[in-house]
T-cell receptor, first 115, second 113 residues
Framework: EAGVAQSPRYKIIEKRQSVAFWCNPI?????LYWYQQILGQGPKLLIQ????????DSQLPKDRFSAERLKGVDSTLKIQPAKLEDSAVYLC?????????????FGPGTRLLVL | KQEVTQIPAALSVPEGENLVLNCSFT??????LQWFRQDPGKGLTSLLL?????REQTSGRLNASLDKSSGRSTLYIAASQPGDSATYLC????????????FGKGTKLSVIP
């Protein structure tokens, strides 16, 4: 079974530029999550999708971050404009279980550096 | 607001030792507790999931316990190996109406051959 795929793996941009990350969850997983992990911290949930609907985006900085999951499969997370404090690893996870609960399967992450 | 604390932040042990990692959480109204492993440059791998009604879970050399009333969990690793070197993260699934995983900062484990 293929795991969660993410691209790109690394991205370096200058502040005020825009960037987008892509995630393809495990086939058949209806629930998809985006997390932000700052160096030395645990992951923090940004947004949670159930199929193509948003379940929770309470911690998403909506003035600069946006996410979509068209057709209920793959998803993109965008930052525009980027700030220095957005430097982090962005992790995508998916689950076959409708929240709450269930094991989440994580992708390798996209490491973003904002200069 | 749920907060998760992991102690110690880092641990170095010789190969073969048994060890315990600690996790505490502030709100005992949890749905479940999960332990993950994170290797450098990689995503998280789920190790164990304990439902709120359970006291422990075991997988191979790993055993996790949960004391929901006191807000504590421990991860016990038996006969540690160099391949166990990684960061171990504890996370609790909680919230009313909008459940989410809240993670601790992790314990970085180094097993010395």
């Amino acid at each position: 079974e293929a795991g969660v795929a993410q691209s790109p793996r690394y991205k370096i941009i200058e502040k005020r530029q825009s960037v987008a990350f892509w995630c393809n969850p495990i086939s058949g997983h209806a629930t998809l999550y985006w997390y932000q992990q700052i160096l030395g911290q645990g992951p923090k949930l940004l947004i949670q999708f159930q199929n193509n609907g948003v379940v929770d985006d309470s911690q998403l900085p909506k003035d600069r971050f946006s996410a979509e999951r068209l057709k209920g499969v793959d998803s993109t997370l965008k930052i525009q404009p980027a700030k220095l404090e957005d430097s982090a690893v962005y992790l995508c996870a998916s689950s076959s279980v409708t929240p709450p609960g269930g094991t989440q399967y994580f992708g390798p992450g996209t490491r973003l550096l904002v200069l | 607001k749920q907060e998760v604390t992991q102690i110690p932040a880092a641990l170095s042990v010789p190969e073969g030792e048994n060890l315990v990692l600690n996790c505490s959480f502030t709100d005992s109204a949890i749905y479940n507790l999960q332990w993950f492993r994170q290797d450098p440059g990689k995503g998280l791998t789920s190790l164990l999931l304990i439902q709120s009604s359970q006291r422990e879970q075991t997988s191979g050399r790993l055993n996790a316990s949960l004391d929901k009333s006191s807000g504590r969990s421990t991860l016990y690793i038996a006969a540690s190996q160099p391949g166990d070197s990684a960061t171990y993260l504890c996370a609790v699934y909680s919230g009313a109406g909008s459940y989410q995983l809240t993670f601790g900062k992790g314990t970085k484990l180094s097993v010395i051959p």
